[in-house]
């Protein structure tokens, strides 16, 4: 038996991506954005929301590009502390040691440190409510080549992506992989 | 290091939702998508990607509602047989021993066996380009009553929802806790 529990946002997995940008003054900066997920195939984009009054809103309108680097495991700390503290009063990378990079294809800046980095471009900007989505397409994936297993595939245990779970505002790490995926077109037993 | 790996649609942790829909004749159907996420707070949206090539499609633009069933790592086979198979070719609840069930608050199935069910409206639908995206309210949210824990927070490691890594084309677990989120404002050491 099912039970109501009203309507929430409130979904497993849930992601943990910090959004990297310039603010006017072309100072870096880094938020923790979990309202986020791959969007589309061709050209291949993801999608981030933010709240209009966060100080990395200004920098995505402005500057029409970000960067998204996902934090394994050993940075939760200082993902936390990105996601808690607003860039308009602190250098959150001065704060955590994090270290921001030049992007190759776009004006933003992403973390060094975190082992999976998308450069996106915006190409959408779609008003929701409280939050905006802005839809980036992404000209490159980059990974540190500690994490690329056979054939350069990004291996998801090497990784170690966080886990968001919003109802108990925890993270989790990955876990065991449980199958292939796309095995076989019969009916499962 | 970073190494390029090119612009694909390359992120974790992706999801792995079960879309359910009703066709022309009112017939159940499910399907499985990973280009998804939470997009919006207040009202509580979920953003879908599907191609228009999809038996789900048509069910979406024409009906304007869909719920979003999470399978359980015991569910794998099934999640993975209803990603592969189209509905226009096969009834897959009926393939997989699944079982519809109609929503409270939308004219739509859910699949009952699957731990976590949000049942939405569309409110927007945005032309991406090979993939269109679908933003729906969600209405509410729904969930077996063992998975849940203290106050009926939802418990991640109850549900224990599919992880999708695109790169290798695997299904993963939900791993151990990691920390605590929104901790402390203090800058990590």
């Excluded at 200082?78 to 294809?105: N, W």
């Excluded at 973390?111 to 980095?117: K, N, Q, S, T, Y």
């Amino acid at each position: 038996m099912k039970k109501s529990l009203g309507p929430k946002t409130l979904v497993y997995p849930t992601p943990v991506f910090a959004i990297g940008t310039y603010d006017s003054l072309h100072r870096p900066n880094v938020m923790i954005v979990a309202w986020a997920g791959i969007c589309n195939s061709q050209p291949p984009s993801v999608a981030i929301s933010l709240r209009k009054a966060t100080h990395s809103y200004g920098n995505l309108v402005r500057r029409q590009v970000f960067t998204l680097s996902v934090p394994s495991e050993d940075h939760v700390q200082q993902a936390d502390y990105c996601g808690l503290v607003s860039g308009r009063e602190m250098d959150k990378f001065a704060a955590t040691g994090l270290t921001p990079t030049q992007a190759e294809h776009v004006d933003a800046p992403y973390v060094a440190e975190f082992p999976l980095v998308l450069e996106c471009k915006i190409v959408h900007t779609i008003e929701l409510g409280l939050h905006t989505q802005f839809v980036g397409q992404i000209l490159d994936v980059k990974a540190d080549e500690s994490v690329l297993g056979p054939g350069d595939s990004l291996d998801i245990k090497k990784v170690r992506p966080l886990l968001f779970a919003p109802d108990t505002q925890s993270y989790y790490g990955v876990g065991e992989f449980v199958a292939k995926a796309f095995s076989t077109r019969q009916p499962p037993k």
